[in-house]
T-cell receptor, first 120, second 113 residues
Framework: GAVVSQHPSWVICKSGTSVKIECRSL??????MFWYRQFPKQSLMLMAT?????????EQGVEKDKFLINHASLTLSTLTVTSAHPEDSSFYIC????????????????FGAGSRLTVL | GQNIDQPTEMTATEGAIVQINCTYQ??????LFWYQQHAGEAPTFLSY????GLEEKGRFSSFLSRSKGYSYLLLKELQMKDSASYLC??????????????FGTGTRLKVLA
């Protein structure tokens, strides 16, 4: 089945530095990827929709200058947390639309393994 | 705005049946999805409804009523490994014609021996 690879799994950084998280579709092309953020024991909050070759669409309340998204190819989207602060510490997870095998062929989301960011 | 609600926590016994409800108030509804997420891991797809009715898939079934803005996930013959969070997600069509997936609050299910 479709695989979405996300790196790094864990990252610890100092306050004020920038961190880049990569999300790759390994055996399919993903024109659209979605970036989510998850706080402990809470659900997924959509941050932005990443579109290949064009600007990302950010959700209300998400700072686009803080969370830079680049989707330069059909298999790679990156999220850069700029000038990170402790409140940016969270679990960031990307996903891509994939088509279900079998009858329905519906589009579902396949997720990467997530990246846990800790900002000291 | 978009609003998707689920119970925060549920507890059930091994071998039992449990129903996890999801109510939603969204615009541009285009399908409802259920995902399972074990602690520290990525969500995995369980089930999908776009039309009203019941979809059955082994021990898992999902039901949708679009007129009521309501869905449930039914888990039968519960096993210890079913202890996880269950996320209800709605796919919505945006004003620009694209689609995005909004997740509910999630339900943490604990299965007891």
């Amino acid at each position: 089945g479709a695989v979405v690879s996300q790196h790094p799994s864990w990252v610890i950084c100092k306050s004020g530095t920038s961190v880049k998280i990569e999300c790759r579709s390994l055996d399919f092309q993903a024109t659209t990827m979605f970036w989510y953020r998850q706080f402990p024991k809470q659900s997924l909050m959509l941050m932005a929709t990443s579109n290949e070759g064009s600007k990302a669409t950010y959700e209300q309340g998400v700072e686009k200058d803080k969370f830079l998204i680049n989707h330069a190819s059909l298999t790679l989207s990156t999220l850069t947390v700029t000038s990170a602060h402790p409140e940016d510490s969270s679990f960031y997870i990307c996903s891509a639309k994939t088509r279900l095998a079998g009858g329905s062929g519906a589009n579902v989301l396949t997720f990467g393994a997530g990246s846990r960011l800790t900002v000291l | 705005g978009q609003n998707i609600d689920q119970p925060t926590e549920m507890t059930a016994t091994e071998g039992a049946i449990v129903q996890i409800n999801c109510t939603y108030q969204t615009s541009g509804f285009n399908g409802l999805f259920w995902y399972q997420q074990h602690a520290g891991e990525a969500p995995t797809f369980l089930s999908y409804n776009v039309l009203d009715g019941l979809e059955e898939k082994g021990r898992f079934s999902s039901f949708l009523s679009r007129s009521k803005g309501y869905s449930y996930l039914l888990l039968k013959e519960l096993q210890m490994k079913d202890s996880a969070s269950y996320l209800c997600a709605v796919r919505v069509q945006t004003t620009s014609g694209t689609y995005k997936y909004i997740f509910g609050t999630g339900t943490r299910l604990k299965v007891l021996a």
